[in-house]
């Protein structure tokens, strides 16, 4: 490989380093994600005229599948990869203007996008020097 750090002229030095992860932080946060899911689900199974709309019903079968993984995951050891696979998964389940009747799970919707987004970060004292 140094063939081509002389190549592209560049070192690794300022890469940086492995993360060694905090377990018992990133369970807490995966059982937030969880947590999450499971409200947004709650919420959006609540509405049954919705449900009628199979896109509706995708997306919540989406967000229990997630939940159930987050669940898995947070019971045994894993990888910061697997985490970051897990909080990626995570999508919105609408955008934009909508009706009033989404309008009540936008707030579920950005506690779940957050708690997504706060797994995707390195923690402080996770990055080993």
Do not use: C, H
């Given at each position: 490989?140094?063939?081509?750090?002389?190549?592209?002229?560049?070192?690794?030095?300022?890469?940086?380093?492995?993360?060694?992860?905090?377990?018992?932080?990133?369970?807490?946060?995966?059982?937030?994600?969880?947590?999450?899911?499971?409200?947004?689900?709650?919420?959006?199974?609540?509405?049954?005229?919705?449900?009628?709309?199979?896109?509706?019903?995708?997306?919540?079968?989406?967000?229990?599948?997630?939940?159930?993984?987050?669940?898995?995951?947070?019971?045994?050891?894993?990888?910061?990869?697997?985490?970051?696979?897990?909080?990626?998964?995570?999508?919105?389940?609408?955008?934009?203007?909508?009706?009033?009747?989404?309008?009540?799970?936008?707030?579920?919707?950005?506690?779940?996008?957050?708690?997504?987004?706060?797994?995707?970060?390195v923690l402080p004292g996770e990055r080993s020097s």
């Amino acid at each position: 490989m140094s063939w081509l750090k002389r190549l592209l002229g560049g070192d690794d030095s300022s890469l940086p380093g492995p993360v060694t992860l905090d377990v018992e932080a990133r369970r807490t946060q995966l059982q937030e994600l969880e947590s999450a899911l499971d409200k947004l689900v709650a919420a959006m199974a609540e509405n049954t005229e919705r449900m009628s709309n199979p896109g509706w019903r995708g997306r919540v079968s989406e967000y229990r599948m997630l939940s159930g993984e987050t669940r898995l995951l947070r019971a045994r050891a894993f990888t910061r990869e697997e985490i970051l696979d897990l909080a990626f998964e995570v999508r919105p389940a609408f955008s934009g203007d909508q009706p009033e009747d989404v309008r009540a799970v936008e707030p579920l919707q950005a506690e779940l996008m957050r708690a997504a987004e706060a797994l995707q970060e390195v923690l402080p004292g996770e990055r080993s020097s």
